[in-house]
Nanobody
Framework: QVQLVESGGGLVQAGGSLRLSCAASGGAFSSAAMGWFRQAPGKEREFVAT????????YYSDAVKGRFAISRDNAKNTLYLQMNSLKAEDTADYYCAAEGSYYSEILHSTANYYRYWGQGTQVTVSS
């Protein structure tokens, strides 16, 4: 059973930056693809970014491409999301997630592929 705990959320002005972290425990973090999703008030959860098990491949939603960067440190069992040039529309609860399969090179943007989820961290961008 994998446990995921996000941190790093907060209030930031538009144009600013935040770095989210997701600490993993209890499972083979280094073998699983990871992703970030977000859910704004009154909206459905949406895909943000994903990274394969080794960190060599990434994929982003069009909404964040060029502004956000996903990375991982398998030695520290930690996933990151560097968020730059933040906009008001980035305001949401951000969730990290881990796939249930191991060593997959296919990057998924659909939540159904992710088996384990964190509790979320809130990001608020003021305009």
């Amino acid at each position: 059973q994998v446990q995921l705990v996000e941190s790093g959320g907060g209030l930031v002005q538009a144009g600013g930056s935040l770095r989210l972290s997701c600490a993993a425990s209890g499972g083979a973090f280094s073998s699983a693809a990871m992703g970030w999703f977000r859910q704004a008030p009154g909206k459905e959860r949406e895909f943000v970014a994903t990274i394969n098990w080794s960190g060599s491949r990434t994929y982003y939603s069009d909404a964040v491409k060029g502004r956000f960067a996903i990375s991982r440190d398998n030695a520290k069992n930690t996933l990151y999301l560097q968020m730059n040039s933040l906009k008001a529309e980035d305001t949401a609860d951000y969730y990290c997630a881990a796939e249930g399969s191991y060593y997959s090179e296919i990057l998924h943007s659909t939540a159904n592929y992710y088996r384990y989820w964190g509790q979320g961290t809130q990001v608020t961008v003021s305009s």
